[in-house]
């Protein structure tokens, strides 16, 4: 059996990190330029769901 790659799997959660924290941070820029709290919340669901079907393919590579 295949030992487990702990480098490469600490690697992908510091990208997952890193892309969430830009996403926030963009969020919160597009926030701030608009005022309205409506328009961003539609925003950061859509953010979400793109993350959401980025961390299933994560996990399929991590379990091999």
């Known amino acids: 059996m295949a030992k487990p790659n ?3 799997e600490k690697r992908q959660r510091e990208l ?3 892309k969430k ?11 701030k330029t608009h005022g309205d709290g409506d328009g961003s919340a539609n ?16 996990e399929g590579q991590t379990a091999r």
Request: hydrophobic share 35%.
């Open 21 to 31: 924290k830009e996403e926030k941070l963009k969020d919160k820029a597009v926030r």
């Open 43 to 58: 925003d950061a669901q859509g953010a979400e769901a793109q993350g959401a079907s980025d961390a299933p393919s994560a």
């Open 6 to 8: 702990y480098s490469f």
């Open 16 to 18: 997952a990190k890193k």
